[in-house]
């Protein structure tokens, strides 16, 4: 095998399988389909770094699932080619529905095991505001979280804010050092919130020299003015806003812009316009002119940046979202006695988080749902002194954000007295900062250019149209900072902005029954996801100490526990990290190519027959029940036990019973023998006998070694003193911690029963799955057995009824290794002989179509059991090279449009008077 993988002109294309064949002998087209590796052969040394990195186990196949390996690994030593992979069921749910795609099965892998700072790094890789997203996220991963099915989600987005906080508490810094400016081209930035901060570091780490500019004296956008200090601490923002300026982004404070072209005129050759949604719908009713009536996100600015606000006591909020909810809890802790949140759906609509609103109503705000607000009520020195509401109550029209309209009950006219009254009901991108002229500018949605009004789009400058899906989720505006620094990057690389999605891994998706399934069959039991801790409603009062608190150690590792690692490779990077030549890419996605071939060969193999499926004989449920591939793989010393051969228990077994044809020679499993298994159970008390002191029992029916040297091997095993018990086994159950195999021995006549501490089967082979499927796509068709049929079982055991396709080895029935050797250079040979001739002999007998008759009704081609016929223009043709003369197309035309050559009417005709003719006579017909 190596030799084959090193010689020049063999290409070896593993991982990869046949999808389709088409064409005929000397002119076949394959279809190949190749999973991707996540490896590149060409660079991986074989160092194995990344297996060392990896923190994630799998069953290792090549042991036959007696032990684990890393998902990150190397087949056995003497893979071909000898290179590493990696496995991958595909993206994790998680990933996919975030929009910055985090790797979170990454990082909570990297929780599991206690490698915090390495799980920080990976957050880091898609998101550089992690202790902002670990507070401030609407975090959809966990609604798509696999683990939902078995109980509840995995509180990834509490995961992420442990990291953050658990490595600041231990005091512990990263090391940034800052990116060199590798390219000429500036680019400048305005408004420093998430969008503009992202957009910087993925242009700085691409080598550009970047500027943010920021009107505010602070940094951070409405993460830092929109977001109280109770949810988000600033100086927490701060920290990861330090991390993306020491990576060389410039920002410059009370730095107002109003003209961006002007910034290309003073040497920036990209302009970003990433002032996010700060402006505030209004209500449209009476009453909002009055003085003590506030826009909430005004508010909150104020608030943050320590300006005075005056509120008085009572307090009414008309809103339902998270803003909204944070301008009642704010009123509350600036001393607020009565605060009142009015929602116009029920409570089951708020798009507040549940424990979002709990605390808040653990801390005095009310809720009246179904309730409007119908007008401003003020006092006659034009203050606020109260709100006019309204019930409500759904119609059954839908209005235009898909939700039922509503309409007001007539009858249920309120008032609420208050002292301030704050909307909070929604948010959309403000312009006014900008110079008359560009009032109008919007961005493309794809490519970010800005376009004012009709005009063409401004060159070099970007923006988004403002209508932000998600507007006030801070992870949605890092996904549009990444857009945004891809396009800037894209534009003056002189590439195209329009360029095709990438490509990906499909996602992993796990149906319910597969959850729960998987997670019985890992041991994992059903569990709630562990609580968030809270700050006491009592501390809370008047201070915006923070109210949501950090898990525990302890809590983090438990919670991380729940991961079900639903995608096999977590993408915790820690491979990518390991290997010094930069072999691993884990955006490797599936590759389809088409090859021209001559010929044709199956050599599909063969697989072991599943002993689990004979319950009688316990394999898979009785631990020391083994097949005869897990037996050998134990005696291996590159095995699970070194060369040992260990019970369940790690001892060393007494006695080892090894037992015949299990689903050989049955009419209920393998009718047929499989050659080649007694002497393989030979072997295995050879082996049991060298690696053991055991007493080794051989339960047969007869022994077949036929061969060279193979009856001198049996009477060697004899010698060795195995017992030989003729006579096959019935069924195996436990009794006192070992095994009692039963039978009856045949040669006295008699029942017996025989304890054990191992048991090893002797299973049948099969065909390999997929043979069957692959015969298909070439035309060759299989026996009730499954194996492939010869064209002839002592004339031409090689060939196929397919004229370019022959049989190799175990495809054509069970054998030995000396005979799938013989069969294998016998097919190459045929190949060689087919290929060297330079023209291919075919059968004459072949069909033709009469033109002037076909139809082109195509039925035929569906009876056609080679895929010879097609229709062109209209007509049939027939395919002469794979054509056999069968006839099926002869009777299922209707149209008689088809003949076979040398079997016509006229020719057969002729034949049968030829036959009828005496000498001297003439026979008409």
């Not at 119609?395 to 939700?403: L, P, V």
Request: net charge negative.
């Amino acid at each position: 095998m190596m030799d084959a993988g090193r010689h020049p002109r063999i290409e070896l294309l593993t991982m990869s399988e046949v999808t389709d064949v088409h064409g005929y002998v000397g002119n076949f087209q394959a279809t190949i389909k190749s999973r991707p590796r996540y490896v590149d052969p060409a660079k991986c040394t074989a160092c194995n770094a990344c297996t060392e990195a990896c923190p994630l186990t799998a069953v290792d196949e090549f042991n036959a699932g007696l032990c684990s390996r890393k998902i990150a690994y190397r087949p056995f030593a003497q893979a071909v080619p000898n290179v590493y992979a990696i496995d991958k069921d595909g993206i994790p749910p998680c990933q996919t529905a975030c929009p910055v795609e985090q790797r979170a099965q990454g990082y909570i892998a990297l929780i599991r095991e206690g490698l915090y700072e390495d799980a920080l790094r990976v957050i880091r890789e898609d998101n550089p505001f992690p202790s902002v997203c670990g507070r401030s996220c609407h975090h959809p991963c966990e609604g798509r979280c696999t683990r939902r099915y078995v109980d509840q989600p995995v509180s990834i987005m509490a995961l992420k804010r442990f990291v953050t906080d658990h490595l600041h508490d231990l005091g512990w810094q990263p090391e940034v050092e800052p990116v060199p400016q590798t390219q000429e081209k500036r680019v400048a930035i305005i408004g420093s919130g998430p969008v503009g901060l992202t957009a910087a570091q993925d242009l700085v780490r691409n080598g550009y020299g970047v500027t943010v500019f920021e009107a505010l004296p602070v940094a951070g956008g409405m993460m830092r003015v929109g977001i109280p200090e109770h949810r988000l601490p600033k100086a927490i923002l701060q920290r990861d806003i330090d991390h993306i300026l020491a990576q060389g982004v410039d920002l410059q404070l009370n730095s107002p812009i109003s003209d961006p072209v002007a910034l290309r005129e003073q040497g920036y050759d990209a302009v970003l316009l990433a002032t996010g949604v700060s402006k505030q719908t209004r209500l449209g009713i009476p009453g909002e002119n009055l003085e003590g009536y506030l826009d909430g996100v005004k508010f909150l600015r104020d608030v943050s940046l320590e300006q005075p606000v005056e509120i008085g006591e009572r307090v009414v909020v008309v809103g339902g979202g998270i803003t909204a909810v944070d301008c009642a809890t704010t009123a509350v802790r600036l001393g607020a006695k009565d605060v009142t949140l009015l929602y116009r759906r029920s409570r089951g609509e708020l798009p507040v988080y549940k424990e979002d609103l709990t605390e808040a109503e653990n801390e005095g705000v009310q809720l009246r749902d179904r309730t409007v607000a119908t007008a401003i009520l003020g006092d006659e020195n034009g203050r606020v002194r109260g709100v006019e509401a309204v019930e409500s109550k759904p119609t059954g029209r839908i209005d235009q954000t898909g939700a039922r309209d509503l309409a007001v009950v007539e009858g249920t006219e309120f008032t609420l007295e208050a002292d301030t009254v704050i909307r909070a009901v929604g948010q959309f991108a403000d312009l006014s900062y900008l110079a008359p002229e560009y009032q109008s500018l919007a961005g493309d949605k794809e490519t970010l250019q800005v376009t004012v009004g009709s005009e063409p789009a401004l060159q070099g400058i970007f923006a988004h149209s403002g209508e932000i899906p998600g507007s006030g989720f801070v992870v949605n505006a890092i996904a549009l900072g990444h857009q945004a620094a891809e396009n800037i990057h894209c534009y003056l690389q002189g590439e195209s902005l329009s360029a095709p999605p990438k490509t990906r891994p499909p996602e992993t998706k796990w149906t319910r029954e597969e959850a729960i399934a998987k997670a019985r069959q890992k041991g994992i039991d059903s569990k709630p996801r562990v609580a968030a801790r809270a700050l006491p409603v009592s501390e809370r009062a008047e201070t915006f100490r923070e109210t949501w608190l950090t898990y525990t150690e302890e809590q983090a590792r438990t919670e991380a526990g729940r991961c079900l690692d639903c995608a096999s490779c977590c993408e915790c990077l820690r491979c990518v990290w390991a290997c010094g030549p930069g072999a691993i890419d884990h955006r490797m996605t599936e590759q389809v190519r088409e090859i021209e071939v001559g010929a044709v060969v199956l050599a599909t193999g063969y697989e072991l027959y599943d002993a689990a499926g004979i319950p009688q004989y316990g394999h898979g449920r009785y631990p020391n029940v083994l097949d005869g591939l897990e037996f050998e793989r134990m005696t291996n010393v590159s095995g699970p036990t070194g060369g040992k051969i260990l019970c369940a228990d790690g001892g060393e077994p007494r006695s080892i019973a090894i037992l015949h044809c299990i689903g050989s020679r049955d009419d209920n499993h393998k009718e047929y023998c499989s050659r080649l298994c007694c002497m393989y159970a030979l072997k295995l008390a050879h082996l049991a006998k060298d690696f053991t002191s055991a007493e080794v029992y051989e339960f047969y029916i007869d022994l077949r070694a036929a061969g060279k040297g193979y009856e001198e091997f049996y009477r060697r095993v004899q010698e060795d003193g195995v017992k030989f018990i003729r006579g096959k086994a019935t069924e195996i159950e436990p009794s006192n911690g070992r095994l009692l195999v039963r039978a009856e021995d045949t040669l006295i006549g008699e029942k017996i029963e025989v304890p054990v501490d191992m048991a090893v089967l002797i299973t049948p082979m099969q065909p390999s799955a997929g043979a069957r499927e692959v015969g298909q796509l070439v035309g060759v068709s299989v026996g009730k057995d499954g194996f492939f049929n010869e064209l002839h079982p002592k004339l031409a055991p090689v060939n196929t009824s397919a004229d370019g396709v022959f049989l190799a080895g175990c495809a054509q029935g069970v054998k030995d290794i000396p005979d799938t050797v013989a069969q294998a250079s016998a097919a190459a040979s045929k190949v060689i002989g087919l290929l060297a001739q330079g023209e291919v002999e075919i059968d004459p007998v072949t069909a033709h179509v009469i033109d002037e008759r076909c139809s082109g009704c195509g039925e035929c081609v569906l009876t056609c059991p080679y895929s010879a016929i097609a229709l062109a223009d209209g007509c049939a043709e027939v395919n002469e090279a794979l054509c056999k003369g069968c006839g099926t197309c002869v009777g299922a035309c209707v149209s008689h449009a088809i003949d076979v050559s040398h079997f016509e009417d006229e020719q057969l005709m002729a034949e049968l008077v030829g036959m009828m003719n005496r000498p001297g006579e003439l026979v008409l017909v």
